[in-house]
């Protein structure tokens, strides 16, 4: 099956600072990625996707970039914010499933 | 347009009960996926439905099961619990057929005692 993993489990960052989640997949043929953010009692919550024919997508304030040659991923927040404060998953749909890494905890530091 | 809808949000049960959960789609979504998240296993797959037609199982012994009605709801039920089976219980929804990119719902939390 698929593997996906994540390679911090805790991430502390300053408010303002840049937050970089990093996350690295296994099956090459997986072809559509997303970034998934979950807040304590809440499920996971949509924040970015990318496809398989792109390297880059950016939404407001989150970039997402897609290597494929070496399976990874990684999620971007720019200006962290209190807000942001939260364990962020990266998902990858291959062999017609969503499979989610471990999920990494963002702590943001006022 | 209201979200992914889960019911109950709490649920205890004794081990050797069954359960039953609910999951009501964004509307216009026909493919529902179910996943059980667990703090040691994070989000693990359990099934998808689409057009009341299961198209994809995950790793659970039988005793997961589920299923979709025509209105696009959908229901799991676990029997024979297990004190294993104790996780957030979570539903998710697309609009593509090929059922990626999800929509959660809050989440049933299921602890067995």
């Known amino acids: 099956g698929e593997n996906v993993g994540l390679h911090l489990p805790t991430l502390s960052v300053q408010e303002g600072d840049n937050s970089i989640i990093n996350c690295a997949y296994s099956n090459s043929a997986s072809d559509y990625f997303i970034w998934y953010k979950q807040e304590s009692g809440k499920g996971p919550q949509f924040i970015i996707d990318?496809?398989?024919?792109?390297d880059k997508r950016q939404g407001q304030r989150v970039t997402v970039l897609l290597n494929k040659t070496v399976k990874h991923l990684s999620l971007q927040i720019a200006a962290t914010q209190p807000g942001d404060s939260a364990v962020y998953f990266c998902a990858v749909y291959g062999n017609n499933r969503l499979a989610f890494g471990k999920g990494n905890q963002v702590v943001v530091i006022p | 347009k209201a979200g992914v809808t889960q019911t109950p949000r709490y649920l205890i049960k004794t081990r050797g009960q069954q359960v039953t959960l609910s999951c009501s789609p964004i509307?216009?979504?026909?493919?529902v996926s179910w996943y059980q998240q667990t703090p040691g296993q994070g989000l693990q797959f359990l099934f998808e439905y689409f057009s009341e037609t299961q198209r994809n199982k995950g790793n659970f012994p039988g005793r997961f099961s589920g299923r979709q009605f025509s209105n696009s709801r959908s229901e799991m039920n676990v029997s024979t619990l297990e004190l294993g089976d104790s996780a957030l219980y979570l539903c998710?929804?697309?609009?593509?057929?090929?059922?990626?990119?999800?929509?959660f719902g809050s989440g049933t939390q299921l602890s067995v005692l």
């Open positions: 990318i496809r398989s024919n792109m």
């Open positions: 509307s216009g979504h026909r493919s």
């Open positions: 998710a929804s697309s609009l593509e057929a090929r059922g990626e990119k999800l929509f």
